[in-house]
């Protein structure tokens, strides 16, 4: 896994990675940084990266400025290969947390924690979008102007609420991704 941009760019990461963890590919997580680059500036802002898998798009938000990620993943092997990284990278432990959950149990918790940025990339035979769509409106983890990254199999119809008006859709192959912000 390589980091694509900021202060650890070109920084690669070892790690192994298991059968049923699908980190982003480089190509995407670049042109999906390219795509919020035009919305926000990273500087200080807090992230949940859910099921985070490696954590890839959590590191690169780190790696732009972001002020602390939320890593949540129900999968041990995942969170000890985000702990690797974060290791690898140096990252400073008040810049980030690790918690094994259920992502939309941990959405639909009474957190202390306000994210500007959710990034979404589920199993993708495995994720009822429109349960995970409704948990993102009605969640009070999320600051009131927020923007939502949703990974998911370009196959999928994903049908997005009128809550939320998208910002971007790109697709890749097999992969596309969605970049959306709720309406004020």
Known sequence: MRIIGGKYKSRRINLKIPPNVRPTADKNRESMFNVLNNYVDFT??????????????????????AGFVSFVDNSRKSLELIKSAAKQLEIDKINFEIVQQDALKYLR???????????????????????????????????????????????????????????????FGDTSFLVIEKKI
């Open 44 to 65: 200080d802002l807090k992230i949940i990266d859910l099921y985070a898998g490696s954590g890839a798009l959590g590191f690169e938000a780190l790696s732009r400025g």
């Open 109 to 171: 918790s009474k957190s202390s924690n306000k994210y500007d940025i959710l990034f979404a990339d589920p199993p993708y035979d495995n994720c009822d979008y429109n349960d995970l769509f409704q948990t993102i409106i009605e969640t009070d983890i999320l600051d009131n102007v927020f923007i939502a990254v949703i990974e998911y199999r370009t196959v999928n119809d994903i049908e997005i609420p009128t809550q939320f008006n998208i910002l971007s859709q790109k697709k």
